[in-house]
């Protein structure tokens, strides 16, 4: 079953999703570009032709990886983003976007009194902060832009961004209609139909029309700089610990708790369940689940990320990251294991009981203790890199 599987029966999910991302993301209010790397590693990508396929009216870019559930890349704006980039001459693996852009320890958490009381936003990465990390780390400028469907003569000149990009030989992330981060790969028709690697339809292409997809689109612009592999590493991890002690973050409808607070005021939510109405039992189960299993999916990728760049730090940092992956990893098994149980965190309230709250609680509160250990760690392996770059 898919992290997602219960969504569909909670009303006005999307529109809040809309909502939150809408209003986080108008700062440029028909668009822009975020991002530009740092250190001078290469120049401007051209398109590769022999990746560009054209048959009758179809158009397509060969071998963009598919998506799906289930396959550690839960986190569909980076797992978008890795398969994006696969079919360019600069890659770039989950487990490096996970941990450059700080999702890989992010844990975040949105809660408010008032509607949207939850939101599945709340574990997400194509917000302004991680898509600017991102862009930084690996310079690829990132250019958003809103689907408007409501307007035909700027959704045709969103297709027509969408067809010179394929075109050279760049795919394209952007919502499908459930709200997950996809990726565009061809078009048939004159992008009247679009051709999508979708979370949901690993096998076979997603067709849609462009007045399907949400309401997001980010094309990958011009290769530029991309930051040393050091660098980004050191920000990511500088964003991680920035990320466990922020508290919070108001914007748009509500507020995003992060780290320590964001887990507490998670378990504040889960003790209250009984007072809530139906409606909003259901959607903190729903949004529970998502976030808990992208904690899961984060986790992992930060024990993979820490063990295969450990030797980019200086020697004295080696012991504090070797030792945070280790709990990182603890908690993502810790975690897991409670989840393939299918008796917490089930995404949906029927079967709700006092000892699965107590269960939910107690998982929580052991991530808790295990995510501020590893928080230690890395400011212990942040204060080596930093006394070893004063010498």
């Known amino acids: 079953m898919s ?51 054209r048959e009758g009216g179809k158009v397509w870019i060969e071998g963009v990886p598919s998506l799906g559930w289930g396959k550690g890349r839960e986190c569909t704006f980076l797992g978008a983003l890795e398969a994006a980039t696969a079919v360019t001459d600069h890659p770039y693996k989950y ?30 990465g194509e917000m302004e902060e991680e898509i600017g990390a991102a862009a930084k780390a690996t310079g690829w400028p990132l250019r958003f832009a809103f689907v408007e469907k409501d307007d035909p003569a700027k959704l045709r000149s969103v297709t027509a961004d969408i067809v010179a990009s394929i075109g ?12 997950n981060m996809d990726v565009v790969f061809g078009y048939e028709d004159d992008g009247k139909t679009l051709l999508l690697r979708d979370y949901f339809k690993p096998d076979v292409p997603l067709k849609l029309a462009p007045s399907e997809l949400g ?45 320590d607070a964001a887990l507490a005021r998670w378990l504040h939510d889960l003790r209250r369940f009984d007072d809530y109405s139906q409606e909003e039992k259901a959607s903190l189960c729903f949004v529970g689940r998502w976030n808990y299993v992208s904690l899961v999916d984060a986790r992992h990728a930060a024990a993979t990320f820490l063990r295969e760049n450990v030797s980019l730090l200086p020697e004295g940092a080696a012991g504090p990251l070797a030792r945070a992956a280790g709990l990182y990893e603890q908690e993502a098994e810790l975690l897991g294991a409670a989840l393939a149980k299918r008796d917490v965190f089930t995404g949906s309230a029927e079967g709700w009981s006092k000892d699965r709250q107590e269960r939910e609680c107690k998982l929580l509160a052991q991530a808790r203790s295990l995510e501020s250990a590893a928080i230690t760690q890395l400011e212990l392996a942040l204060s080596a890199a930093n006394a070893a770059a004063t010498l």
């Open 3 to 53: 992290p997602l599987s219960t969504v569909y029966t909670i009303r006005g999910w999307r529109s809040a999703l809309t909502a939150c991302f809408a209003l986080l993301l108008s700062t440029v209010a028909m668009g822009g570009e975020i991002g530009q790397g740092l250190a001078a590693q290469g120049g401007e990508v051209t398109a590769t032709a022999s990746n560009v396929k």
């Open 95 to 124: 487990e490096d976007l996970m941990g450059w852009s700080g999702m890989a320890f992010r844990v975040r958490w949105f809660s408010r009194e008032g509607s949207p009381r939850w939101c599945p936003s709340s574990p997400v």
């Open 168 to 179: 050279a030989g760049r795919p394209v992330l952007a919502y499908e209609p459930k709200g």
């Open 215 to 259: 309401f997001l689109t980010i094309s990958l612009g011009d290769f530029g700089a991309a930051m040393s592999r050091r660098d980004a590493m050191i920000e990511g991890l500088r964003m991680a610990v920035r990320n466990w002690r922020r508290e919070r973050f108001s914007e748009g409808p509500g507020e995003y708790w992060y780290g």
